[in-house]
Each structure stands twice: as C-alpha cells, then as structure tokens.
C-alpha cells in the first residue's frame, strides 16, 4: 500500500507541473510564434513536456482508483474524484490549445490562458484541502 502511495503522489506530482506550466508556456509560445513567424523551440519543449505528463496523469488516475478500492471509496474521495476529473477536463482542453497552437492557431488572449491556469490551482488547492483534512 506505501508503495502504491509513493507511486501515486509522485505521478500527481509530475501531471500537476504540466497542468501548471502548459498554459503558461502556451502564453510565451505565442509570443514566440508572433516574434518568429514560425514553430520555434518553446513549442517543441511544450509539446514534449504535455505529452510526458499525459503518462503520468493516467498513472496518478488509475493508481487513486486502485487506493479508493482498497480504501472503501469514503466520501471524501468521492469529492477528490469529481475534482480530478475536472482537472483532467482541464487537462484535456489544454491538449486542444497545444494541438492548435502547434498549427499556429493561438486565438485565447494572455489574460484567458492566465485565468485558465489560476483555475487549476484553486482546483488543486480544494484536492489538498480533501486529502489532508477528509472534512467527510
């Protein structure tokens, strides 16, 4: 069970730098593509660095299921679960803005991409509130 956990608060750690970073190197990305006029390195580094967490996402989901199993599925988890999913939500639209902007379609503005990567932290922030303090 300790080592489940290691493994899952370790691919946490690795989806949540990507659901983090993404949007705000989409935001350095355009910029790029504006000053260039063409796919640049910070696109490749962002494509790279999406793709990587995509593994480990899929590793922190199926290893919090497996816990939640073993655990009995308590109430708080429950809420952990519909917040993840969210945050994979969340995920999955980042992908969408990395594909256009890989075509060179960057149509959101700074302040969007901005508010949209705030919106995962404050969804992060309510995980690790359930997690540490199980209010249920």
């Given at each position: 069970m300790n080592t489940l956990l290691v493994i899952h608060i370790l691919c946490v750690m690795g989806w949540?730098?990507?659901?983090?970073?993404?949007?705000?190197a989409i935001i350095y990305w355009k910029r790029e593509w504006d000053r260039l006029g063409e796919f640049g390195p910070l696109g490749d580094l962002?494509?790279?660095?999406?793709?990587?967490?995509?593994g480990l996402g899929v590793i922190a989901i199926i290893?919090?299921?497996?816990?939640?199993?073993l655990w009995g599925w308590p109430l708080?988890?429950?809420?952990?679960?519909?917040?993840?999913?969210?945050?994979?939500?969340?995920?999955g639209w980042?992908?969408?803005?990395?594909l256009r902007a890989r075509r060179g379609v960057f149509t959101e503005s700074d302040v969007y991409l901005r508010?949209?990567?705030?919106?995962?932290?404050?969804?992060?922030?309510?995980?690790?509130?359930?997690?540490?303090?199980?209010?249920?």
């Open positions: 949540m730098t990507s659901i983090f970073a993404v949007p705000r962002t494509i790279r660095l999406y793709r990587f967490s995509l290893t919090g299921v497996w816990m939640g199993f708080w988890l429950w809420a952990k679960l519909a917040l993840v999913a969210a945050l994979a939500a969340h995920y980042t992908g969408r803005l990395v508010v949209f990567n705030e919106v995962s932290v404050l969804a992060t922030i309510a995980v690790l509130i359930l997690v540490v303090v199980k209010p249920f």
